[in-house]
C-alpha cells in the first residue's frame, strides 16, 4: 500500500511528500522583482506545524508566490535508494517545470531552501529530477539557494558522528535505555549503511548531495546562495560549513553567509526572526540584480 499523505493544513497534497500552497492571486503574474515559486525542503522528521511557520514567513515575504513543501524523514535520506529519492522529487519538478522554463508564459523565478541534511539530499535529487525530466545539459533553473544549517562536511567519519546523534534525539523517546545507547546504535547502523553503499558502487547521501550542489552542470554558477549557521549548532559543525563555503567560492559560485548567536539547528529563524527573514529577502534582491 502506497504511503498517504499527511493532514498539512492550507496545502494541498500532490504526493505524501510533497504539498503546495498556491500564492493569494494565482490567476496574476508575481511581480517581476519577486520569486514565482518557493520550494522549501524541510528537515528530516520536520512536522508540518514547525515546517509551516517557515512556508508563512516566505508568504508574509512574497504573497503572489506559491510554495512547494518537501516533508521527508531522516531515515529516508540516509537509506533510501538513490533512485527512489530521485523519483520521489519528480512531483515537484512536474509541478513547478512541467516544461524547462517553467509552467508560466515567463521563466520560473525560483527559491530553493534546503534545510538540514535531509533537505540539501532532497534538494539534490529535485536537481537530479529536473536533469531527469527535461536533458543532463540544462542546470536545475533557480534564482537563490538558501542552506539553512546545511551543508556538512564531505568527510564521512564527520557526517556519521553528526547523523547519528540527530537520528537519536529524534528516536529516543521509542527506546527504555540510555540515550547514549540510541547514539551508539545509529552511529553502528550509519556506518554499516554507509560500507553497504561502498560495497555496491554507490556513496553516502550526504556526500552525494555536496556534490550535487557544487557540480556546475546540475547548478549554474550564475545562481546565488546564502548560507544560515551558526556556532552552536549541534548537528553542522560551523568549521565544516565554512570549509564547503569556501570551496563554493572556488568554484565560481555568488556566496554569501550570515551567521546567528546562540542559535541551534535549524533554530536561526525562531531565536533571530528579523536578522533571518532580512537576510532572505536582501539576497533575494541580490541574486535578481545579478541575473
Not at 533537505?119 to 529536473?130: Q, V
Request: glycine share 8%; aromatic share 12%; hydrophobic share 40%.
Amino acid at each position: 500500500m502506497a504511503p498517504q499523505p499527511i493532514s498539512f493544513p492550507g496545502f494541498t497534497p500532490i504526493s505524501d511528500r510533497v504539498y503546495l500552497r498556491n500564492g493569494h492571486e494565482k490567476s496574476k503574474p508575481a511581480p517581476a522583482n519577486e520569486p514565482t515559486t518557493i520550494i522549501i525542503s524541510g528537515w528530516g522528521d520536520g512536522m508540518p506545524k514547525h515546517v509551516s511557520k517557515y512556508s508563512d514567513g516566505y508568504h508574509e515575504l512574497y504573497p503572489s508566490a506559491r510554495i512547494i513543501v518537501i516533508l521527508s524523514r531522516t531515515f529516508q535520506a540516509t537509506n533510501q535508494p538513490e533512485e527512489a529519492r530521485i523519483q520521489a522529487m519528480m512531483p515537484v519538478v512536474d509541478t513547478v517545470f512541467p516544461t524547462p522554463a517553467g509552467s508560466g508564459n515567463d521563466k520560473e523565478r525560483v527559491i530553493v531552501h534546503a534545510m538540514s541534511n535531509t533537505g540539501a539530499i532532497f534538494t539534490a535529487a529535485t536537481i537530479i529530477a529536473y536533469q531527469r525530466r527535461h536533458g543532463t545539459d540544462k542546470p536545475f533553473p533557480h534564482h537563490l539557494l538558501v542552506l539553512d544549517s546545511t551543508p556538512g562536511s564531505l568527510d564521512f567519519r564527520s557526517q556519521a558522528t553528526r547523523w547519528s546523534r540527530a537520528m537519536a534525539v529524534g528516536t529516543a523517546k521509542f527506546f527504555p535505555w540510555p540515550f547514549v545507547i540510541t547514539h551508539g546504535l545509529w552511529y553502528i547502523f550509519l556506518w554499516a549503511n554507509y560500507l553497504w553503499q561502498i560495497l555496491r558502487g554507490g556513496v553516502a547521501s550526504g556526500v552525494w548531495a555536496d556534490r550535487i550542489i557544487n557540480d556546475k552542470a546540475c547548478v549554474a554558477t550564475d545562481s546565488s546562495r546564502v548560507y544560515l549557521y551558526s556556532k552552536e549548532d549541534e548537528i553542522i559543525g560551523y568549521k565544516d560549513l565554512e570549509a564547503n563555503v569556501a570551496h563554493a567560492k572556488t568554484l565560481g559560485y555568488s556566496v554569501d553567509l550570515e551567521m546567528f548567536e546562540g542559535s541551534s539547528h535549524v533554530g536561526h529563524m525562531r531565536l533571530h526572526p528579523e536578522q533571518y527573514w532580512n537576510k532572505i529577502s536582501g539576497s533575494w534582491k541580490q541574486a535578481i540584480a545579478e541575473k
